[in-house]
């Protein structure tokens, strides 16, 4: 069974920095791309980063230059770093993972069950 799991996710001040975590378990398992992604009350999800296998990365224009996505391909983890927090990055944030299961060579997509980040004076 694959599963992800997300967590650093808290409440900061603005002008602050949290670090999100995702860690895929499983086994005979490759996974492709991640990535993360937030949605805020009364809104869709939005793409904030994603990174490939080789670690090439694209960021959504509103996170560029303040967020850091990162991957350990050996421990299964993705990082994202969060600086200069502000009110409007207030979201859950979830993590995505294209992965194809060896045994079957199936491929799809798996997401966390997300966490919340709250940016609040």
């Known amino acids: 069974q694959v599963q992800l799991v997300e967590s650093g996710g808290g409440e900061v001040q603005p002008g602050g920095s949290l670090r999100l975590s995702c860690a895929a378990s499983?086994?005979?398992?490759?996974?492709?791309?991640m990535g993360w992604y937030r949605q805020a009350p009364g809104k869709q999800r939005e793409l904030v980063a994603t990174?490939?296998?080789?670690?090439?990365?694209n960021y959504a224009d509103s996170v560029k230059g303040r967020f850091t996505i990162s991957r350990d391909n050996a421990l299964k983890t993705m990082d994202l770093q969060m600086n200069n927090l502000k009110p409007e990055d207030t979201a859950v944030y979830y993590c995505?993972?294209?992965?194809?299961?060896?045994?079957?060579?199936?491929?799809?997509?798996?997401w966390g069950q997300g966490t919340q980040v709250i940016v609040s004076s």
């Open positions: 499983g086994t005979l398992i490759r996974i492709n791309a």
């Open positions: 995505n993972a294209d992965i194809t299961r060896l045994g079957t060579w199936t491929r799809r997509d798996y």
């Open positions: 990174i490939t296998s080789g670690g090439a990365t």
